[in-house]
Structure formats: C-alpha cells, structure tokens
C-alpha cells in the first residue's frame, strides 16, 4: 500500500488531475509531497551555450512567481489536509525534472503521480517532456495520468498508466 507519495504540480487544471488519481490509490492517512518547480528565465551568454542564469532585472519575478506558487501549493494542501491526508509543500527554483527525481530519491517515496500534457511531434521536440525525463530516470513506480483533451487517445490508452521500475 502507498504511504508516501510525490505529486508535481505546475499550476495547471491538468496537472491537478494527479490529485484525483492520488485519492483513488491512496487512502486518507498517507503522506503527500507536492512540489511545484519556478522555472529561471533562459539568457544567452556571449560565448556559451544556453545557461540559466538570473538577473538583477529578474529577481523580482522570481521572487513573485515563488510566493504565488507557494500560495497555490498551500491551497491544494488544505485540500488534502481536508480530505485527512499528511501534506507537505516544496517549491524549488529550475528544472521540474531534477527536483522530481531529487526528491523521489531522497525521501524515498512509494511513488509519484503526475500528469502528462501528452505533447508529441513538433511540441515534444522543442519543449520536451518533464514526465518523459521523470520515466526515464525511473526513481520509484510512476503514475501517469493522461491527457484527456488530446484528439486521437493511443490505443490501449487507460484512464491511469503505471510504469515501474
């Protein structure tokens, strides 16, 4: 049984899909991480390839964008704490990815739960896939939870695919 489960969220309705899927395979008692990632904007430096690296002008929105993650976070574990979950809120700075499989790793989750914007093609290739790298770096099971508004489902898609190591 799972009593220790990570769930990524970006703010977005479709990664909140994860938190229905997280009350269907975990009981009320379990402990939920969520963690939400503030992406750093993307300078070009003369000489160097693409690096992240923040400006003094940028501070500021990054400072704002934390504080607004925070509260969305907050928001969703009251949720949770509600329907007599243990919650526990981490907002990171950078790559979504690292700080998925980071934190997987360290706590030692049972697994992790998250939605898929089930981007392929074109969309794939220029903005990647945070549960792609997820799946490939396979910490622990994961529960991906589909995007429902894409046109065509894959065959044989259900409405929860579980990947495990």
Known sequence: ??????????????????LSYLRE????????????????????????????VPSI?????IDQS??????YL???AQELRNAG????????IGYPEEFIIRHAREQNVDAIVM????????GRMLFGS????????????????PNRERKQPLPGQDRLTAAQP
């Not at 049984?1 to 994860?18: C, F, H, I, R, Y």
């Not at 939605?115 to 074109?122: D, K």
């Open 1 to 18: 049984m799972l009593q220790k489960v990570l769930v990524p969220l970006d703010g977005s309705q479709l990664s909140e899909l994860a």
């Open 25 to 52: 395979i975990m009981p009320p008692g379990g402990h939920v991480r969520l963690l939400s990632a503030v992406d750093l904007p993307l300078q070009m430096q003369p000489g160097y390839e693409v690096a992240v």
């Open 57 to 61: 002008d940028t501070i500021g929105s």
């Open 66 to 71: 934390r504080q607004v993650t925070q509260l």
């Open 74 to 76: 907050r928001n969703r």
């Open 85 to 92: 979950y243990t919650v526990e809120t981490i907002v990171e």
């Open 115 to 122: 939605s898929t914007h089930g981007r392929s093609g074109l």
């Open 130 to 145: 945070v549960t792609q790298r997820v799946l490939n770096a396979m910490p622990c099971p994961v529960f991906v939870v």
